[in-house]
């Protein structure tokens, strides 16, 4: 069975434009059907301020992975697009966050879904609005639109 996945890239380091489709091929070819894909937007860093701007995209992916093979293939693509896990908000090349698995709710040391920070995060709900407005977060119980709507990041997210 399919489940209904939404996943956030995000790059700054590299030639990003290019590493994005990349990401999505890669993804494509490994997880699932890539379903439906945002434009891009560019956004200042958010938690460490002192790096270049991110090019920020959201796809919907439907796949038969469960969460942590999931989670491991995402990992993987983000180590051969060259990413290297050395600090907490560093640059990178790739980020893939994991931010719904259809409406199943994971807390565990390695992953928790749906993504624990994703309503506090214009870069991540402005592009989900773009393809989701209507899903509903399964713990917050309202759609993306009004999580959007409410949320309180004043960081510009601008359409590339």
């Excluded at 996945?5 to 993804?27: C, H, V």
């Excluded at 938690?47 to 796809?59: E, R, T």
């Excluded at 807390?107 to 709900?125: D, E, G």
Aim: include cysteine; charge should be negative.
């Amino acid at each position: 069975m399919e489940t209904n996945i939404f996943l956030s890239l995000g790059s700054n380091q590299g030639d990003s434009q290019k590493i994005l489709p990349e990401a999505i091929r890669m993804i494509g070819s490994q997880a699932g059907t890539v379903v439906k894909v945002s434009s891009v937007y560019r956004t200042a860093a958010w938690g460490k301020a002192d790096q270049p701007d991110f090019l920020n995209q959201v796809i919907q992916v439907q796949s038969s992975l469960m969460p942590a093979e999931l989670m491991d293939a995402m990992l993987g693509i983000e180590q051969s697009l060259g990413r290297h896990r050395t600090e907490k908000w560093a640059p990178r090349t790739i980020d893939i966050d994991l931010l719904f698995y259809g409406d199943n709710v994971t807390t565990s040391p390695s992953l928790t879904l749906p993504h624990p920070h994703l309503q506090n995060r214009n870069f991540v709900l402005v592009p989900l609005d773009e393809i989701a407005p209507d899903f509903i977060h399964p713990v917050l119980k309202k759609t993306v639109r009004t999580l959007l709507a409410a949320c309180e990041d004043t960081l510009p997210v601008i359409r590339c």
